[in-house]
Every structure is written in structure tokens, then in C-alpha cells.
């Protein structure tokens, strides 16, 4: 009796050609989930980079003088941060029709604790203290 060739098993070909497929979807899928894990940490240095910044934003004008000129710098929960308070804006600031000398800008910037991280920098507006 003659078999068929249809019962026959895989031959090599076949069988490192599906190989090469399932290796490229685990690959597929390590690459994936690295990705978001470098995500994730990524994501937790920014938040506790936000928390720090708004933080020392929250304290200019109570523990820290709403002063032009101001800098100051510290360190809170292991992140370094800075503050510059000054009399100009940036470009990108959209303000509309304001008087010179009426507002006071607060940059906070909070250094990385990680290599791969970048320094976070938050801006504050607020009016200037006019005496009455």
C-alpha cells in the first residue's frame, strides 16, 4: 500500500520556518512588555517629580516670599528642585491684554533621580502684591 502524501509529518523546512515564527512572537511580545515597564517607572518619576513641584509652588507666598529675584533650591523626598521667580514670561505663554509689572512668574524645576529621566519644570502666574 502507498500512503499519502498528506499523512506524512512535518520535514525540516516546515518545521524551522515555525520556529522562526514563534520566535519572533515571543520576541514581539518581551519587547512589548518591556517597553511598558520602562513606561511605568517613567511614569512614577513624574508623578513624584509633580508632587515635589507642586509643592514648592503651593509654599511661594506663604513660607516663601512672592519676591522678584527670588531663588531658592532644596531638596524634599530625595528629588532636588529649584525656583526662579521673575518679571517675564516665555514666548509660549498666551496672556491677552495685561499691564507690565501686574503679574509674577514661578518656575519650579525638579531634577531626575534616574539617568534616563529629565528634569520637570512647572510654571506658576499669579498677581503681584500691590500695596492698597
Do not use: H, K
Not at 500512503?3 to 515571543?26: H, K, P, Y
Amino acid at each position: 500500500m502507498r500512503r499519502c502524501r498528506a499523512s506524512r509529518g512535518f520535514n525540516l523546512v516546515e518545521t524551522l520556518v515555525s520556529l522562526a515564527i514563534a520566535t519572533m512572537a515571543v520576541t514581539g511580545f518581551y519587547q512589548a512588555l518591556s517597553q511598558g515597564l520602562f513606561m511605568e517607572r517613567r511614569a512614577d518619576t513624574q508623578a513624584e517629580q509633580m508632587l515635589v513641584a507642586t509643592q514648592v509652588l503651593d509654599r511661594v507666598g506663604v513660607d516663601l516670599p512672592l519676591r522678584i529675584g527670588l531663588q531658592d533650591s532644596g531638596t524634599i523626598q530625595g528629588l532636588e528642585w529649584s525656583l526662579a521667580v521673575t518679571d517675564r514670561g516665555t514666548a509660549d505663554m498666551a496672556l491677552g491684554p495685561v499691564q507690565p509689572g501686574e503679574l509674577v512668574f514661578i518656575y519650579v524645576t525638579v531634577g531626575s533621580t534616574r539617568p534616563d529621566g529629565s528634569p520637570l519644570v512647572l510654571r506658576g502666574i499669579r498677581y503681584r502684591q500691590t500695596p492698597l
